[in-house]
């Protein structure tokens, strides 16, 4: 028995084609680094390190947070663990921390593989499956969830990536997100309700520096390219440097988060983009909620690229 150290995030899968390589982890089966020409564009994380903040992390099966993690489904009403206790919320779903097995390898791609148990707290099995791969188009995730149970089940959907433009602060970013709609936050960082951002300081449907903005938050009613699908384009000044995370059209909200509640070095490195099937606290509202019947598997994919400036 192989008893010497393994680092926090398990296995490593490096995958690299045509000058992009990614690392994908063993722990939570999620995205550790992703660069292109040997520039980062994913704030990953060492190999000796925890994921921070979340980063790369697979967010299922359900996305942001739930109020006091208390929810009703059908004639039942559940009770989540609280993975926020000082804000009383369950937060990013159930398979951040939990061994993913790889199914399919190869030179520029991995395919791993979880089968979440039914708990009480959420009492469906679910089969997810992730194939990350690398190529000229940059990085791609492909993901299942397929409903293992013999009835309807809950399900939401998004990833945890923080982008970077290299050796651009924040402030200095322009960012475009396609989000006509925000949420309006109560202190918990939960929904209490939704406005218009045309002629607000949070307006991104055109490129703009991001500047002093403080931003924790989930953009809705999304402009669709032709596809049917999103993408948020961040870049550095004249352009330099930039980045462009797409999603297809499963993926109707943003969540845009600019790293302020992160220490150290990573404080407002990097801007967190991450696309979701529904918004925060759905499986309470219900709003853009998936119900998966019984054998019945969703599929959404998104990626990140770099873009000539």
Request: glycine share 10%.
């Amino acid at each position: 028995m192989d008893n010497s150290p393994r680092p926090p995030s398990g296995t490593q899968w490096t995958i690299s084609a045509a000058g992009h390589e990614a690392v994908i982890v063993e722990v939570g089966g999620g995205v550790r680094t992703y660069r292109y020409d040997g520039v980062d564009r994913l704030d990953g994380y060492d190999v000796d390190e925890l994921s921070p903040g979340s980063a790369g992390h697979v967010l299922a099966p359900w996305p942001n947070r739930i109020r006091d993690g208390a929810y009703s489904f059908g004639e039942r009403s559940l009770q989540l663990d609280l993975t926020e206790p000082p804000r009383h919320n369950a937060l990013h779903g159930l398979v951040s921390w939990v061994p993913w097995r790889a199914v399919e390898e190869a030179a520029d791609a991995v395919t791993v593989e979880y089968d979440l148990p039914p708990s009480p707290g959420y009492p469906w099995a679910l089969r997810l499956r992730s194939r990350w791969s690398v190529g000229a188009d940059g990085l791609r995730a492909e993901h299942e969830a397929t409903n293992l149970s013999a009835e309807p089940a809950p399900f939401g959907f998004s990833v945890h990536p923080y982008l970077r433009v290299p050796e651009v602060p924040v402030e200095e970013i322009a960012m475009r997100v396609p989000g006509r709609t925000r949420l309006l936050l109560d202190s918990r960082l939960l929904p209490i309700g939704a406005t218009e951002v045309a002629g607000t300081e949070y307006d991104f449907t055109e490129p703009r520096r991001i500047g002093d903005a403080v931003l924790d938050m989930a953009f809705g009613q999304v402009e669709r390219d032709d596809d049917g699908g999103s993408a948020v384009l961040l870049a550095g000044p004249d352009g330099a440097g930039a980045v462009q995370i797409w999603a297809d059209r499963e993926f109707g909200w943003w969540q845009v988060f600019t790293g302020d509640t992160l220490t150290g070095a990573r404080y407002r490195r990097s801007v967190a983009v991450e696309p979701m099937t529904c918004p925060p606290d759905a499986f309470r509202s219900g709003k853009d909620l998936i119900v998966l019947a019984p054998e019945q598997t969703w599929r959404g994919s998104w990626g990140v690229r770099p873009v000539a400036g």
